[in-house]
């Protein structure tokens, strides 16, 4: 497409699409245009890809997940569909702002963190892949919600993402599938039928998800609750104008609301009817594609694979059971079979607060045949295994992790290290009954997005150096290791990285009025605030690096700009005292004339995905510092080594690949060992000793303790330094030493010419860290599914 056919499409959606005249359109109005002009270029390949699985008979991928947190995506398309030269030419023609443009367009937060980042990557990678896949999820009206800071405190805002119209959903009213909650079942033989006394419409929205190159397009369908009856008129009529509209609302609060909760469960009926609403619609909808193109549900599993993201759709066990058994008269233990062979379950994290359980009544109230079928299901595993140990109940509840393992044929962990605790602690049983299930698929992020989209200095670079085959092949960034002995491509390198920081220090200074050196160090910690990510570690060490500045300011210390970013879950108390003292913290540091000149607290507010994509570039440090065992994963440490950020980071997750790949010397190792934690924690000293042991951290604590943060109200942060000192579960004093000596470390290696030869081999080395390796590792091992064939490029 050229600039110039990209402006007459622009104006053409301007005009016939949006009702506007050039005259009078806003900024908003050209985004709309030119969203639609993209979009219009979606079509034919999205179509194309969903006619070639069908005429293929084509294995489906179905990935049903409660969250995608896609972020912004019309950088996304036209960047996958190579539309950058026809869209930036087609903007400066019509005298229009290409990144004001783009920044205009409001992120999709339907998701918290991680999981629902990860569900968006792989969307992408099994586009780019050209995997005959469809996304399930809730087309939630309010995604996560906003954060402001108000004194410092979190202020939490609802999120309106819908309020614009969506440029990118096509709505499918004939797509509208019945939900039922409640009610009664009637048992015929060993089969029953269920009676529901709620009764509600889930109907769908589709995304397209465009491949790299629009090579092939699956569908993201989002559900949207509607009621069965809109609006009462007989109550309308009668005058009560605000009863007749009460059955639609409730029937909508079903997909109102995101649960703003990350790795913490709250066990709420909503929550629940959330579940079960986009899986069953999901189910319902899985089955009447396959039915539409078989006739023999023993097939299932041959044309079906389908993910459950978490235990949030674990439900699927018992509803495809129900579907089979009950709905189409196939025998139990038959149904539970094809079930098992078609599901697969993806486990997030081993943190017991964050693994699902629900009350047995509330569930037999909600869903009575479910967990008849469920109660089922266990005795027929005690069968098989000759186990007599009731598996997925346990104390009046229903344990999610576990029924999900028994209805999945494979179970994957998220990171070598979180597979093998998977296998010792939380399935340990299950997996010695089933010891072939259990399987690792290391996370991965999608270069589109992830460097090629947010780093456009550093990815000409790497396209100059090595051609552009990385962009769908990330290992070939290996070939840029050649290169890090020669000079100018180190200039080079570091100078993209300069580039990179100075935007983001102008952008502090604009929005925050916060003025910071790009010769710095820029150290970054971005992801949800939780006591096991510890960002109270980080800044402990800010403060004890702060008052040792104090101490001797002309020492010539290396400068630094601490950068955080995240949200706390409402509800988590401690979480947001962590939030204010980093407030309070910056306010104090910033303001020190002694010591800002050295060390600076910016703590931008509404950490989300655009915001992420506006640090990860600049970032020189990268903080991956949780306690040894319990971040599953991570994949933000993925995003920042490949931008070529070096790493601070404990044994954890994907952190101990990262560091085999990039190689020891080029990573900053500190803290326990998984193993040396949980033999610590037998101590119950362990906080007191450490503590003992290190002035710095006893300095940093009593500081904090004391009201400098707060004079306003001295005993603002007792709770956290208590903590620390009697309590501290998630060890922070007794890794603190050995993180304080690592960020020395750093201090020491920053500025000298091999940082840059350090970075970039972070670079070079995480092309393993692509959502794509990831994607054709559940291809192979989980869904036994194959790239559709022959497939071209349609944009070149
Ligand atoms: C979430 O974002 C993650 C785990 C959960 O159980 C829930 Br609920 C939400 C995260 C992990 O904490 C990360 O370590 C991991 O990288 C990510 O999921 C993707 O696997």
């Not at 619609?281 to 459950?308: C, G, H, T, V």
């Not at 589109?448 to 290992?475: A, H, K, M, Q, Y």
């Not at 390198?493 to 935007?503: E, I, M, P, S």
Request: charged share 25%.
């Amino acid at each position: 497409m050229t600039p110039s056919e990209m402006k007459n499409a622009i104006l053409h959606h301007l005009v016939y699409t949006l009702g506007k005249d050039v005259s009078t359109a806003h900024i908003y109005d050209w985004r709309m245009a030119l969203s639609f002009a993209v979009r219009d270029q979606i079509v034919d390949p999205w179509f194309g890809a969903t006619r070639r699985s069908y005429a293929g008979k084509l294995k489906r991928v179905y990935y049903l997940s409660m969250e995608f947190l896609i972020g912004r995506l019309l950088k996304d398309a036209i960047i996958n569909l190579r539309l950058e030269d026809a869209a930036l030419g087609a903007m400066n023609d019509l005298g229009l702002n290409y990144e004001q443009i783009l920044e205009d367009e409001p992120d999709a937060a339907l998701g918290n963190g991680g999981l629902g980042r990860l569900a968006a990557c792989f969307m992408e990678s099994m586009s780019t892949l050209a995997c005959p896949a469809m996304g399930y999820g809730i087309r939630y009206e309010h995604g996560l919600f906003r954060q402001r800071f108000e004194d410092g405190r979190q202020v939490e805002e609802p999120e309106d993402w819908l309020n614009q119209r969506h440029a990118w959903e096509f709505e499918r009213p004939e797509v509208a599938i019945d939900i039922g909650f409640g009610g009664h079942v009637q048992e015929i033989g060993k089969r029953a039928n269920w009676y529901p006394s709620e009764m509600l419409i889930a109907m769908g929205h589709d995304t397209p998800v465009i491949g790299w190159k629009g090579r092939w397009g699956n569908t993201l369908r989002l559900w949207e609750a509607r009621p069965m009856h809109g609006f009462d008129l007989q109550r309308f009529n009668r005058g009560d104008y605000a009863a007749a509209a009460e059955p639609e609302a409730l029937a909508r609060t079903l997909s109102r609301v995101l649960y703003p909760d990350d790795t913490t469960e709250q066990g709420k009926e909503l929550r629940l009817k959330q579940e079960f609403f986009f899986t069953a619609a999901s189910l319902r909808d899985i089955l009447r594609r396959f039915e539409s193109e078989y006739n023999d549900l023993k097939r299932l599993p041959q044309k079906a694979a389908i993910q459950m993201n978490d235990t949030h759709p674990a439900i699927a066990g018992p509803e495809l059971v129900r579907l089979l058994h009950d709905e189409r008269g196939m025998d139990f233990e038959e149904a539970v079979g094809i079930a098992r062979n078609t599901l697969s379950y993806t486990n997030h994290t081993l943190l017991p607060e964050a693994l699902e359980r629900w009350d047995e009544g509330l569930m037999g109230r909600l869903l009575p045949r479910h967990l008849q079928l469920i109660y089922r299901i266990n005795e027929l595993h005690m069968k098989d295994t000759g186990s007599r140990k009731v598996t997925a109940v346990e104390d009046g509840h229903v344990k999610m992790g576990e029924l999900s393992f028994i209805m999945a044929h494979k179970v994957n962990g998220v990171s070598a290290l979180h597979t093998d605790l998977m296998k010792k602690t939380v399935f340990k049983d299950l997996h010695e009954q089933h010891p072939t299930r259990i399987v690792n698929e290391t996370n991965g992020v999608t270069p589109r997005r992830w460097l090629l989209s947010c780093n456009p200095r550093l990815s000409s670079l790497i396209t100059e150096t090595i051609g552009e085959g990385w962009v769908d092949n990330l290992e070939q960034l290996e070939r840029l290791e050649p290169h890090i002995k020669d000079s100018s491509f180190l200039e080079r390198f570091a100078a993209a990285k300069r580039a990179n920081k100075v935007d983001l220090a102008r952008w502090f200074a604009d929005d925050l009025k916060i003025s910071v050196d790009p010769e710095s160090i820029f150290d970054v910690q971005i992801k949800r605030i939780h006591e096991y990510k510890r960002q109270h570690m980080n800044l402990l060490e800010t403060i004890a690096h702060w008052l040792e500045i104090r101490d001797n300011p002309n020492a010539g210390w290396v400068p630094r700009v601490k950068i955080f970013g995240g949200k706390a879950a409402p509800g988590y108390v401690f979480a947001k005292e962590i939030v204010r003292l980093t407030n309070d913290v910056a306010k104090v540091l910033n303001s020190d004339p002694l010591t800002s000149r050295y060390l600076k607290v910016v703590y931008p507010p509404n950490y989300n995905v655009s915001l992420a994509e506006r640090l990860i570039p600049a970032a020189d440090l990268s903080e991956q510092i949780s306690t040894a065992g319990k971040e599953a994963s991570g994949t933000g440490n993925m995003k920042f080594a490949l931008n070529g950020a070096l790493t601070i980071g404990t044994l954890d997750g994907a952190n101990v690949e990262i560091r085999d790949l990039v190689k020891a010397e080029n990573f900053f190792l500190f803290g326990m060992t998984a193993e040396e934690v949980m033999e610590r924690r037998k101590d119950s000293g362990h906080a007191a000793e450490a503590i003992a042991k290190d002035s710095r951290l006893a300095r940093a604590i009593e500081t904090v303790r004391s009201g400098r943060f707060s004079p306003e109200e001295p005993g603002r942060y007792h709770g956290i330094a208590d903590n620390l000192t009697h309590h501290d579960y998630f060890m922070v004093c007794s890794d603190f030493t050995d993180f304080w000596r690592a960020q020395r470390e750093v201090d020491g290696a920053f500025g000298k010419p091999n940082w840059t030869c350090m970075a970039a081999y972070n670079t070079a080395r995480s092309g393993w860290f692509s959502s794509d390796r990831t994607i054709r590792g559940y291809m192979a091992d989980i869904w036994n599914a194959a790239p559709a064939p022959e497939v071209e490029d349609a944009a070149e």
